[in-house]
């Protein structure tokens, strides 16, 4: 069975889609969606969706919107995926003619227990699809490099080779973040000690300084994912040339974090001295490949904010010149409260 028209377009959304046929069996989908199952988009292809999606009464209603020939939009529906996760989301259902239907998934915002938003979705999709053509690439530089005989061609074919593996890495840091978040205790000042203990370790290193409030109680988090946070925000500081670096610790009741209010949040501000953001960035500054470096992968603020959004919480910042200020904002209750 063909995809539907404009498959490039729907490739790169971060919206789930599957178009499955009269069999109910998916006739293709898309690296977003592939994602959020757990599945590779080939692998996907001839399966039933209601068994990738461990959801047996979606069978009943994929038959039922295809005798009827109309729409349904289905409301909170937990299922099942692989790795033993459970996700819950909205689906829309379109019969799209000769026995098809268009699938759209829209994840509902995750807890504290994992799931991927469509920033992470998407950017894991586009991870998994390019690490073939890139290995391809790479054997065929070097076998370019091997045979050539002139040295500045040799040169090129090292530098494709070079690209090559950093491409790589770079798909295999979206990769590595997948996967539930572990979450426990965290004492947000010894994390902090964690953190200034890397950027010191950096060569030509900023100055480090602290403003703690030594009350702050733990919050419930994973230490390792709001570790990456704090560092892509220093790193970024010491990069732009910031020469010293502010940690700093408050309660913020009243917090506003997305759709909610909540009684009081924890902030971690990360300040620094540097040129500042780029009015040009300003309002774009989290979008996914949008970086103020040429040598940039604009991905670090990008997932940092997805993180903090993981946490229930927020990224936030406030600039200029000489006073750039990143605070990350985490609910102080448990996530049942």
Known sequence: MD??????LLT?????????????????????????LDVGPRTAVG???????????????????????????????SFGVARGRDVTADLSLQP??????????????????????PLSATLRGFAHEVKNPLAGLRGAAQLLERRLADADLRGLAAMVISEADRLAALAD??????????????????????????VTA?????????????????????????????LNLTRNATEAGARTITLRTRI???????????????????????????????????????????DGTGLGLALSREIALEHGGDLRYVSHPGDTVFSLYLPMERPHE
């Open 252 to 294: 913020e009741h009243g917090a506003r974090l997305g759709e909610r209010t909540v009684r009081a949040a924890l902030r971690v501000d990360v300040l620094d001295d540097g040129p500042g953001v780029a009015d040009e960035l300003r309002d774009i500054l989290f979008h996914p490949l949008v970086s103020g470096r040429p």
């Open 173 to 198: 840091g979206l990769l590595r973040h997948g996967g539930a978040a572990r979450i426990g205790p965290v004492n947000i000042h010894e994390l902090l000690e964690r953190l200034e203990g890397l």
């Open 12 to 36: 790169l959304l971060g919206t789930g889609i599957a178009v499955v046929g009269p069999d109910l069996r998916v006739a293709w989908i898309n690296p977003a969606l592939g994602e959020v």
């Open 96 to 117: 799209i003619g000769d026995g098809r239907v268009l699938v759209e998934v829209h994840p509902l915002a995750t807890d504290l227990h994992g799931g991927d938003t």
């Open 47 to 77: 399966q039933p969706l209601a068994q990738l999606m461990r959801e047996p009464a979606l069978a009943s209603q994929l038959e039922r919107t295809l005798s009827e020939g109309r729409g349904f939009n289905l409301r909170g529906v």
């Open 3 to 8: 995809a539907p028209d404009h498959t490039e």
């Open 202 to 230: 950096e060569a030509d290193a900023p100055r480090v300084r602290h403003d703690y409030d030594p009350s702050l109680p733990d919050v419930s988090g994973d230490n390792d994912r709001l570790l990456q946070v704090l």
